[in-house]
């Protein structure tokens, strides 16, 4: 299969109106010309995606026969890729930056970039919290409820810098990189499959930057509006990410920590 530059992955769940404005502001923004490809893995089984081949002729479209979550469907839309590098992009995402070239020739200049996050502006122009941070366990959970974290520092910054995780939301990673370590864990429906993703990456000596000179502009939660659902899916992946990387008491304890005060 033929290598190209750049793969981009979308994955659409209730968010067809806002696909069309991401689809959009990549082939405005993207200039790459036949040197990249975006896949959209559809996980909206309940909605078809028609017509858009039309609006955009040249997107792969993947319509998947049930909703196994967010990083399932990444996977499945990477083994379609042809890409050296992977942009994972959320639906409801605005590329509002032209400089595509500058993060590919962050990883052809770093080798030891393994993955790359990008700056992420909310609707009223600011940045979006919680888009990179430091390392995560119980101290930085208890911190972060108490207003007291070292994350805040990370996503406010203007110059790139090494970070221990960053947002999924538009985020870079070498296709070689992504199948050494088995693309993202299923086992995570939704929310801290990037931390988890960014954890295995350092773990093989790879460093996590965030590069905030390219930016996207997000609409943010627009595909998944369900408010109780959403709490419950972060809960879960949380407490799995506790038991696989920080171990059976910690989890514990965060769960009790949440039942007496979150």
Known sequence: MRKIKLSIIIVNYQSRAYLEKCLASIFAKINL???????????????????????????????????????????????????????????????????????????????????????????????????????????????????????????????????????????????????QLGGFDEKFFMYFEDVDLCNRAQALNKKVIYFPDFSVLHHSGKSFLAKKKQKKCYYLSQDYYFRKHLGFFQATLLKLLRFFSF
Request: contains cysteine.
């Open 33 to 179: 010309t036949s040197s990249y490809e975006i896949i959209v893995v559809n996980n909206d089984i309940k909605s078809e995606l028609d017509g858009l081949n039309i609006l955009f002729p040249t997107i792969k479209i993947i319509q998947n026969s049930k909703n196994n979550g967010f990083g399932s469907a990444n996977n499945l839309g990477a083994k379609e890729a042809r890409g050296e590098v992977l942009l994972f992009l959320n639906p409801d995402t605005e590329i509002i930056t032209q400089n595509i070239s500058s993060v590919l020739a962050e990883f052809e200049n770093n080798q030891a970039l393994g993955i790359l996050g990008s700056r992420i502006i909310t609707t009223d122009g600011m940045v979006q919290s919680w888009i990179a941070g430091a390392k995560i366990d119980l101290l930085s959970v208890l911190g972060n409820n108490f207003k007291k974290t070292k994350n805040k520092q990370c996503w406010q910054n203007t110059k790139q810098t090494e970070v221990f995780w960053v947002a999924g939301t538009a985020m870079f990673i070498t296709e070689k990189l992504f199948g």
